[in-house]
């Protein structure tokens, strides 16, 4: 489709977060497989427009247009080949999304101006999700966490956000690559936890499980999970558990139980399974297993 598009349209452009321009005479369209496209208004006749939205679904575009350190880190990260090795100063990326029409781009860009001592890059990939770019040089104001701006975006704005926190990079040889790479790990991440933010330290066993061959992940979770792979009571105690790091009283505590009835349950699952999971090691192979458990589909 698109090739036809562009063969009667020659301004045909698919919106993808490599634009470093959003043209303003644009009309913008949804596809079924919800990408977004655009064709100059001046290539479009009224008939034009009304034939598309047949099939393709009238779009608004939001996005914020690029500012100039924006359009920087874009070619920083698309030329990675042609930039020097090196930064002046360190720097990492910040995965961010929202639910769809939840907050304006705008909105949300201002709001997160806000939270750092001066404006930071926004790399937009779509209307609710994109890349903050943070500069060592550009702090968090009153020592803020993004635990702390997750709540005050859902208090003030009622927007339920989600990030993903990446290392610090001195570098900008392959940064294209460590973009790319970046991104699928933070998308990898949300699909084993709900938590809103995530750092890369606590995704790298997502990346891991994720690389198992579903039959794998399968036989793990049997092997390791046995009669209580299904048992969603059981299992989220478990999994409970090992995020409160093997601490009864704390998990009792997030799980509105008795500590009796809390290792009751920790002694059946030993019972059942041989595996004790108050020793760090035994947690681990348990951990992995409840992780490969989460997809039933193969990914």
Not at 62 to 76: A, F, G, Q, S, V
Not at 128 to 134: D, F, K, R, S, Y
Not at 158 to 184: C, H, M, R
Not at 209 to 238: A, G
């Amino acid at each position: 489709m698109y090739k036809m598009l562009k063969n009667f349209f020659p301004t045909f452009l698919i919106y993808d977060e490599n634009i470093s321009e959003i043209p303003d005479d644009y009309q913008w369209f949804v596809t079924d497989t919800n990408a977004i496209i655009g064709i100059a208004k001046s290539d479009l006749s009224a008939k034009d427009a009304a034939m598309l939205s047949t099939f393709l679904t009238p779009y608004q575009l939001t996005i914020p247009k690029p500012t100039d350190l924006e359009k920087l880190w874009k070619n920083r990260i698309h030329h990675s080949s042609s930039m020097p090795e090196t930064s002046h100063e360190k720097f990492r990326f910040v995965y961010f999304s929202f639910p769809k029409n939840q907050i304006e781009p705008n909105i949300f860009r201002t709001a997160m101006y806000e939270f750092f001592s001066n404006p930071i890059p926004i790399l937009w990939e779509n209307e609710q999700e994109g890349i903050l770019i943070e500069q060592q040089g550009v702090q968090l104001e009153d020592s803020l966490t993004y635990d702390q701006i997750v709540d005050t975006l859902m208090s003030d704005l009622y927007v339920k956000t989600k990030f993903f926190i990446g290392p610090y990079l001195e570098a900008f040889k392959d940064l294209s690559n460590q973009y790319l790479s970046f991104i699928q790990l933070a998308k990898i991440s949300a699909s084993y936890s709900d938590n809103p933010v995530i750092t890369y330290v606590d995704a790298i066993p997502f990346r891991l499980v994720n690389q198992i061959p579903f039959e794998q992940r399968n036989q793990i979770s049997n092997l390791v999970l046995k009669e209580f792979k299904n048992d969603e009571e059981m299992l989220q105690t478990i999994w409970t558990f090992i995020q409160c790091n093997l601490n009864i009283s704390l998990t009792a505590k997030k799980l509105y139980m008795h500590r009796n009835s809390l290792q009751y349950r920790i002694d059946k699952f030993f019972e059942k399974t041989g595996i004790d999971v108050r020793q760090f090691n035994q947690a681990l192979t348990v951990y992995i297993a409840l992780l490969a458990t989460m997809h039933k589909e193969p990914v």
